[in-house]
């Protein structure tokens, strides 16, 4: 089993950048496809990106892609999300999730999620 912790969040102006972490315990992470998610208030959580077990296929929603990367590093079974040239709309909670696949998910058909982490974007 492998239990997800995010870090990285925090109060940004716009135009700034922050790296998200996801620490996945476990020793199987390398079998994961992982994805990261927000949630502002009032709305749904929706899709932000995603990449295979191998880190050789990613996915980005059309409202990120260009300034956010997804990346991990199996070696120290963390993943990133990578947000540049944020944007006061980009403000939500942040969440990674995993799941045993190798193929790529972009829905949130993921098993295992972390507790989120806040980023706020300010004008």
């Known amino acids: 089993q492998v239990r997800l912790v995010e870090s990285g969040g925090g109060l940004v102006q716009a135009g700034g950048s922050l790296r998200l972490s996801c620490a996945a315990s476990?020793?199987?992470?390398?079998?994961?496809?992982m994805g990261w998610f927000r949630q502002a208030p009032g709305k749904e959580r929706e899709f932000v990106a995603a990449?295979?077990?191998?880190?050789?296929?990613?996915a980005y929603a059309d409202s990120v892609k260009g300034r956010f990367t997804i990346s991990r590093d199996n070696a120290k079974n963390t993943g990133y999300l990578q947000m540049n040239s944020l944007k006061p709309e980009d403000t939500a909670v942040y969440y990674c999730?995993?799941?045993?696949?190798?193929?790529?998910?972009?829905?949130?058909?993921?098993?295992?999620w972390g507790q989120g982490t806040q980023v706020t974007v300010s004008s």
């Open positions: 990449i295979s077990s191998s880190g050789s296929r990613t």
């Open positions: 476990g020793r199987t992470f390398s079998n994961y496809a």
């Open positions: 999730a995993a799941r045993n696949t190798l193929v790529l998910v972009t829905t949130t058909r993921y098993d295992l």
